[in-house]
């Protein structure tokens, strides 16, 4: 066969991939409201996800498309999304950045025959009490979360007066006691606590609950507060002078809402993230590093683990369809369930029963200003105090199990 020849070939199998029908996927995200910072990250995520694997070929020799809608972070909105992009064709779903709304869409998601990847959901129920098959978490939990910070505060902050302002919706509320447990702080006589309105809190709202915080004899003020409810709480905090005489936690990190509040409010603040664009070269990960990398290239900012959340999502489905051969849910479900695999830092698994995707967490704390602004992008604001494997972190069959019987489920996912 000459070389003219090969070249047809090759030409005309690009074509041909080029003119098959599309695979969609639909991206169910904050385009509005409080966590529309986390949305847009995991858009962008996404988009270099798709063109990289349409690079390579594509799945099953037909390449990705995304078609998207915003939930506002809002369940019900999300729900109509579902069935909206379900309408269109979609292989699959993704998205979360609300607890609330990725519970809610993933279970018309499983209606309507489609799986539901959450993004950003820390919610203990996600795939706890609220699990279902067709519900897979890429991001850790909040008792994982709580074990890596608890152990931190326990050892460096013990015996130590703690007072919680709480988002008042399943993120929240798993967030918060699952923190109370790991740090001995469950007497709410002693470490007192107050639930701000999600959606919706005003500033007064936040206001009020940091001043009876300031009026307290607490040593550690924890805000289970996310995206931009986080960030108007802490400028808050900042203006009573509370960030200087409290140390400050707030469960789970992102660059997006350090970089809006900005590092001299949130300096010292101590959190948890499941990835930061410094992971790759902790973990010794290079394609880790090539996605900060190109990454930064495309958008002028490092990844946030937004991004890396929407981004591996899109990575892991394409390579369970290939594997299963089939982009169907039942096959793809197949070809998940305990699959373990290196993508952005060291090994993680997609556990089989409960779907909860098992990794390592990080508990940071953040930098000063001139550490910060060394960077090129001048967001260099974590610094990865404490880690926790995977295995250690996360729940046991055992304790999900309780966990399911508690809340009147069966325990196997359904």
Not at 35 to 62: F, S, T
Not at 118 to 138: P, Q, W
Not at 181 to 186: H, I, M, P, R
Request: glycine share 8%.
């Amino acid at each position: 066969m000459n070389r003219i020849t090969l070249l047809a070939l090759g030409l005309g199998f690009c074509l041909t991939a080029q003119a098959a029908d599309p695979i969609t996927l639909g991206l169910n995200y904050p385009r509005t409201g409080s966590y529309k910072e986390e949305g847009l990250a995991q858009m962008r995520g996404a988009l270099l996800a798709i063109d990289e694997i349409n690079e390579a070929g594509g799945v099953l020799g037909r390449p990705l498309q995304l078609i998207s809608r915003n939930t506002a972070s809002r369940p019900e909105k999300a729900v109509a999304n579902v069935d909206k992009m379900a309408d269109e064709g979609v292989a699959m779903l993704f998205g979360g950045v609300s607890s609330a709304v990725a519970i809610a869409a993933s279970k018309r998601a499983k209606e309507r025959g489609l799986l539901y990847f959450g993004t950003l959901t820390y919610s203990n129920d996600t795939t706890g009490k609220d699990g279902h098959r067709y519900m897979f978490r890429e991001c850790n939990n909040a008792w994982m979360s709580a074990r890596v910070l608890g152990q931190y505060l326990n050892e460096n902050l013990p015996g130590k007066n703690y007072f919680y302002i709480t988002s008042d919706y399943t993120w929240g509320h798993t967030s918060e006691s699952s923190l109370r447990q790991a740090t001995g702080t469950v007497d709410q006589n002693r470490h007192p606590g107050i639930k701000t309105a999600f959606p919706g809190a005003r500033l007064s709202d936040y206001r009020a609950a940091l001043e009876k915080a300031a009026s307290s004899n607490a040593d550690v003020l924890v805000l289970v507060l996310f995206g931009e409810d986080m960030v108007r709480a802490m400028r808050i905090a900042d203006d009573l002078g509370l960030n200087k005489r409290m140390q400050i936690a707030v469960p789970n990190l992102t660059l997006s809402m350090v970089e809006l509040a900005g590092p001299d409010i949130m300096h010292g603040v101590l959190g948890t993230e499941p990835w930061t664009w410094r992971v790759p070269d902790l973990e010794g990960s290079e394609r880790g590093k090539a996605f900060v990398r190109d990454f930064g290239e495309r958008y002028q900012t490092h990844p946030s683990s937004s991004a890396a959340s929407a981004y591996s999502i899109v990575h892991q489905w394409a390579d369970a369809a290939k594997r299963a051969r089939s982009i169907g849910s039942e096959q793809v479900i197949a070809a998940m369930e305990d699959h373990s695999y290196t993508l952005l830092k060291d090994r993680q698994q997609w556990r089989a029963f409960d779907h909860q995707n098992v990794q390592s967490v990080y508990a940071v704390r953040v930098k000063p200003r001139e550490e910060v602004l060394k960077d090129r992008f001048k967001q260099d604001y974590f610094e990865i105090v404490h880690r926790l494997s995977g295995e250690q972190a996360a729940p046991s069959l055992t304790e999900w199990q309780e966990e399911r019987r508690a809340g009147g489920q069966p325990t196997r996912l359904q």
